[in-house]
């Protein structure tokens, strides 16, 4: 089964693509006090629009783009839209979007931070057989690791749609030097195929689709399509 994942930079960002949301968009744009945060939402929001527009022949003001959240009903919610099953993820200066037309996909980029105290994270995020396996990385390669976990138990958690509500010590994933994959979640036995994207030095990412198929990606660069 083939994902697109398609990437955006924060600098693709442009006073145009505001005009293409809809009013909930609109909204939760201004809502963010920082300039790089509306950006990113714009470019993740515009690049779910014009990509559906292609495939449905239609303008992208005019796909119909639900985020209503199950818990409190406001739009802020997982991205729906008829016919096609997204996964949006932002961190830094990148921007990713998945998109297949049936199964659920659940993706996740994050900037590495160097400093990060992995140690303390483990503690709230990765089972003990995973943080056993982090403490064995050398000491300058333990961020790297940790967001490569982080990415894939991600992924993993919005593609189910369990999402925040998760805990992930109890997604279990394989280890950073190995390929990705879900290697336990008490609770979960539904199928799910997870693969790392390449994002970069400064990056990882991961992507997630509930399926027993094989996996494969079809990457996009976005700047193009949000130039047009």
Request: with cysteine; hydrophobic share 45%.
């Amino acid at each position: 089964m083939t994902v697109e994942i398609w990437w955006g930079r924060t600098a693709d960002a442009r006073p145009g693509l505001v005009a293409e949301l809809n009013a909930a968009e609109r909204d939760r744009m201004a809502a963010y006090a920082r300039d790089e945060d509306k950006s990113r939402f714009v470019v993740g929001a515009t690049i779910v629009r014009r990509v559906l527009a292609g495939k449905l022949g239609r303008s992208p003001a005019d796909v119909v783009i639900d985020r209503t959240c199950p818990d409190c009903g406001r739009q802020h919610g997982k991205v729906v839209a008829d016919g096609m099953q997204i996964s949006v993820s932002h961190s830094g200066d990148r921007i990713v979007v998945a998109f297949h037309p049936v199964a659920a996909v659940g993706v996740d980029v994050e900037l590495i931070n160097p400093s990060i105290d992995t140690a303390s994270l483990a503690t709230v995020s990765l089972s003990d057989l995973e943080a056993d396996e982090l403490a064995a990385f050398p000491a300058d390669a333990r961020a790297r690791a940790f967001t490569q976990y982080w990415t894939r138990k991600e992924a993993v958690v919005k593609a189910t749609g369990d999402g925040i509500a998760a805990d992930l010590r109890k997604v279990v994933v394989s280890a950073p030097d190995q390929p990705a994959a879900l290697r336990e979640w008490a609770g979960y036995d539904g199928p799910v195929r997870l693969v790392d994207l390449p994002a970069g030095v400064e990056y990882a990412a991961a992507l997630a689709m509930l399926s027993d198929e094989d996996l494969e990606v079809r990457s996009f660069d976005a700047a193009p399509l949000l130039r047009s």
